[in-house]
């Protein structure tokens, strides 16, 4: 009998990322992932909290840091781990975020501080 929020095995498979159905499992132990996104929802916190303090650039370049390390852990992680952070091929993700990332870090270094 099924019982309350309990995922039947056929929802599940509709629920995974039908981009990365016939990739291999990820060799790292599911902790090891988990922590990654941990570290990059850390990052993100850590963005917000230098942009409330008016600290823009080191808020575009901490988060352009953390769009790269989500690149990397795109490639390392399965799918069902980055959960919404998964939302095309991984290959497709990890460009993405990985060329947005730099941009950002290269835009956070390259403009004059004005004297902040």
């Known amino acids: 009998m099924k019982t309350p929020g309990q995922v039947v ?8 990322n039908p981009h ?20 990059f929802v850390l990052g993100i916190i850590v963005a917000a909290g ?3 303090t008016e600290h823009w650039r080191r808020a575009t370049f901490t988060l352009g840091a953390a769009m790269i390390f989500l690149s990397v852990l795109r490639l ?14 991984r290959r497709f993700d990890a460009a993405f ?11 956070a270094l390259s403009v004059d501080s004005l004297g902040s």
């Open 20 to 39: 990365d159905a016939r990739l291999a499992p990820s060799r790292l132990p599911r902790g090891v992932q988990r922590a990654g996104v941990l570290l």
């Open 97 to 107: 975020t990985g060329v947005l990332g730099a941009a950002m870090m290269f835009l």
């Open 50 to 52: 230098f942009l409330v």
């Open 9 to 16: 095995p056929a929802t599940r498979a509709m629920l995974d």
């Open 76 to 89: 390392l992680c399965d799918s069902r781990i980055t959960g919404l952070l998964a939302v095309r091929s």
